[in-house]
């Protein structure tokens, strides 16, 4: 393009007004590290497309339009195109960026499959599907992700975390006990793969939920830690990165940081306990992005002493950024759950 994207422009901005390219709008957005993390025609109105869920697709689409601009040496665009996999039953590629209204715009998603876009009106439509492949949506393939994860992961922020009800519950189903209350944001893959959290009363105000941790409650509390990254202090963890090609990286890092980066990918957290003996308990932590069909996958091994010392490093091993768009969907059914033909 020969445009100078160089200057500092802060973190999590979306520019749509300082840029052009052949006489049409850019948008320009920079991610949660100050990275500019997408570039492409601006077709979208910006406070829709914030609050749109699934976000990348929008930005696939504007980054596809620009695409068809942009001449690139020793890339062969049909090729390129086949690769991206998208079906036009309607239209073709050219006319993405002559219509620029999302109000004659409508998505028709299968969950983990596909996107349906019909986009225009007349004699200018276009009707395109689009696999839910994050792969293809953010044009980078998994050995680039699984560099992206490594890279970012280090620059992701250890803050802790408040006490407070998370976002990602406040919509969860509501049971209570004369203990606790449970809120629940269901299962993933298995009735033992939940996404539950213990829940108190806050002591000065009995109306307000805050996470439970409770040394006299060790499993209920561990289970907090694991899917908020709730705790007083940062929670060390020796993390190995299991990448494409049977390579391993071992990072130093913490649960928090772990944590802190899937919620900013859009994942949501389900825990699955396998072994709990009072001294180590070992899990599987599945972050699962069902708008982008995928998820990571992270195995772990927690000494108990983390809650009841405050003491210990929690060893993790994760796969980042599984497809799950061609995995059959009896796996997502309660009739594999329950063994069933």
């Known amino acids: 393009m ?28 920079t991610n949660h590290y100050g990275d500019i993390s997408h570039i492409g025609y601006k077709l979208f109105d910006s406070s829709w497309a914030s609050h749109y869920e699934a976000r990348p697709l929008l930005d696939f689409i504007e980054r596809y339009a620009l695409e068809q601009d942009v001449k690139i040496e020793g890339i062969d665009k049909a090729e390129a195109a086949s ?4 079906t036009f039953l309607q ?57 992206i994860f490594e890279r970012d992961l280090k620059r992701t922020s250890s803050l ?30 298995s009735d033992e793969i939940r996404s539950d959290l213990y829940l108190n009363k806050k002591k000065d105000n009995g109306q307000e939920y805050v996470v439970l941790i409770d040394k006299a409650k060790p499993l209920q509390s561990i289970t907090n830690i694991l899917l908020t990254g709730c705790m007083n202090k940062d929670i060390p963890m020796m993390l190995t990165i299991d990448k494409y090609g049977y390579s391993k990286v071992k990072l130093e890092v913490s649960l928090q940081q772990v944590l802190r980066f899937f919620f900013q990918d859009g994942c949501s957290p389900y ?41 210990g490093t929690i060893k993790g091993e994760v796969y980042v950024y599984t497809p799950l768009q ?14 069933k033909p």
């Open 326 to 339: 061609n995995i059959t969907e009896k796996f997502f059914t309660n009739d594999i759950r329950s063994n």
């Open 160 to 189: 802790l975390f408040s006490n407070k009800l998370p976002e990602n519950w406040k919509k969860g189903s509501f049971s209570y006990s004369e203990q606790f209350c449970i809120v629940s944001n269901g299962c993933y893959l």
């Open 271 to 311: 825990l699955g306990i396998k072994t709990y003996d009072g001294t180590v308990l070992t899990a599987t932590l599945f972050a699962l992005n069902s708008k982008m069909g995928y998820n990571h996958m992270l195995s772990l091994e927690v000494p108990m002493s983390i809650l009841l010392e405050e003491t």
């Open 2 to 29: 020969k445009m100078d994207f160089s200057s500092d422009m802060g973190i999590n901005v979306d520019n749509d007004s300082t840029w052009q390219f052949k006489g049409r709008v850019l948008r320009v957005r």
């Open 83 to 86: 690769r991206k996999n998208v």
């Open 91 to 147: 239209g073709d590629a050219s006319l993405l960026k002559k219509i620029t209204s999302e109000k004659m715009l409508r998505i028709k998603e299968v969950e983990r499959r596909y996107y349906c876009v019909e986009w225009g009106e007349d004699s200018l439509r276009i009707k395109m599907n689009v696999p839910a492949d994050y792969q293809v949506l953010v044009g980078a393939n998994a050995i680039e992700l699984e560099a």
